[in-house]
């Protein structure tokens, strides 16, 4: 259980211990929905002056402040708190209560109010408002907070993964300016195919980083139509099938006369590219990649296995996360963006599905995508 501090700010003493009394043994559930329980530790004071001092050594989470004090009113401590910007909300109490004392209370910081003479379950009432109030306050700057250390942590991979690329390319034009490359033509095709091989891997690093923002945002065009997820199959292979037969790996589909799914061919494209790209990649030369799709249950499953180097489970539990590359001396040559695994679980729950790998170091993965519709 979650406990709040109160402090009940009054120069009644009557009025600070009934209150106290009513409080100690109250509970709040913000939101009927959930587990979360709030309970209250009661502070007191018997003047502005008093409560201010005691603020001035640690806020309290709500202030239930009488307006009519000795001393210092109700109205001069709230000045006093918003001119310190703490976040405490402050129930207003007053016996004298007057449409212009609630404007200037309210302008001051005041949260709410309870009229005096006020029963024990109108306190019960105020308090459950603001707490209600409170803790819709603390999740929005939490997910704000959140919403920071995303972006910043998204710009610095971002960073991270350009860094290299740019570093490398504006190398390669410092060769060919300052004449280190020679006039031999095919040393300055070398160093020019270099410097395109790492532009193609920041275009595909954009592209990347384009459909996964549109579909986390959910502002992804989709085209769903008719589609059949054999020729999507054949489009990918035929995409590697050079890079393939360069290494000796032999691929196969295996798969009914039809596949039929309504979707977006586009989509489909890239689950089975990025899939079939990745089984070649991280393959052995003269390794095998099969492509199987077949029905589960009301899903269609594809499944794209390889005889590659495989993964740990401890790489394997990361591997659909935004930017996780797996980074050991058989991969740090293979290119990639760390993004396609990622975008590629996103689409499958477009779809109602899922996408998992089971794999075993040495020995190959398997990675399983459903798809349902």
Do not use: C
């Amino acid at each position: 259980m979650e406990t709040l501090r109160v402090l009940v700010v009054d120069d009644e003493t009557g009025m600070r211990l009934a209150v106290a009394r009513v409080l100690n043994t109250y509970t709040v559930r913000p939101h009927e929905s959930d587990e979360h329980v709030v309970g209250f530790a009661i502070e007191t004071a018997e003047s502005g002056e008093a409560a201010l001092e005691m603020m001035a050594a640690s806020a309290p989470d709500i202030l239930l402040l009488d307006m009519k004090l000795p001393g210092m009113s109700g109205l001069d401590v709230l000045r006093e708190l918003r001119e310190r910007r703490l976040e405490t909300l402050t129930v207003m109490i007053t016996a004298y209560a007057t449409l212009e004392t609630a404007i200037e209370a309210t302008k001051r910081g005041a949260h709410d109010f309870l009229p005096k003479p006020f029963t024990p379950e109108d306190l019960r009432v105020a308090i459950r408002r603001v707490v209600r109030h409170l803790v819709v306050q603390r999740e929005a700057r939490r997910l704000a907070e959140e919403k920071r250390q995303v972006r910043f942590q998204f710009i610095s991979v971002l960073g991270h993964e350009l860094k290299a690329p740019l570093a490398a390319v504006e190398g390669y034009l410092q060769i060919l300016k300052d004449g280190s490359a020679g006039s031999d033509p095919a040393v300055i095709a070398r160093v020019i195919d270099r410097a395109l091989i790492r532009t193609e891997g920041m275009r595909k690093l954009i592209v990347d980083l384009l459909n996964m923002t549109r579909i986390e945002s959910g502002q992804k065009r989709r085209d769903l139509a008719p589609a059949d997820l054999r020729d999507a199959a054949a489009g990918a292979v035929e995409t590697v099938a050079a890079a393939a037969a360069a290494r000796g790996i032999e691929i196969h589909v295996e798969a009914p006369d039809r596949a039929p799914l309504v979707a977006d061919r586009g989509e489909l494209d890239i689950i089975f590219n990025n899939l079939v790209s990745n089984a070649v990649k991280y393959n052995r030369d003269g390794g095998r990649v099969t492509v199987a799709i077949d029905r589960a249950g009301a899903a269609w499953r594809v499944r794209v296995a390889d005889t590659g180097i495989g993964l740990s489970p401890e790489d394997a539990q990361r591997l659909f996360h935004d930017f996780v590359r797996i980074r050991n001396e058989q991969t740090r040559l293979v290119p990639g963006t760390g993004l396609g695994l990622s975008i590629v679980k996103k689409l499958a729950q477009l779809y109602g599905g899922d996408a998992s790998v089971e794999s075993e170091p040495g020995t190959g993965s398997t990675f399983t995508v459903t798809l349902k519709g």
